[in-house]
């Protein structure tokens, strides 16, 4: 199997013109993540006023952490130059989760 043959699958599934996009597109995701993970600390410190963690600390996290990671994506999107990309992949992404809403 060839090594390169999964960044050519994203490549296709994200509609990419090319390669370094999708490295560029990982790289952002990859930012996202990281401050994410590292601003968690100082967000359950305000929330809670130390670093200890419950459950419901736990979920009222996720909830304020997600539209935050939702904008960290656009502005780190943005700073790299593929603002259109993470754009269109947020309201895919609000597309679905209103549609699971709908169901119901």
Known sequence: MNKTSWILRLKEKWNLGNTWQVVVVLIV???TGFTVLFLKRPILELITGSDNT??????????????????LLLMYGFVFGQFRFFWNFEKRFFKRIISIFKKH
């Open 54 to 71: 419950s459950t419901v600390t736990t979920i009222v996290y996720y909830l304020l952490i997600l539209p935050f990671y939702n904008i």
């Open 29 to 31: 995701f990859a930012c």
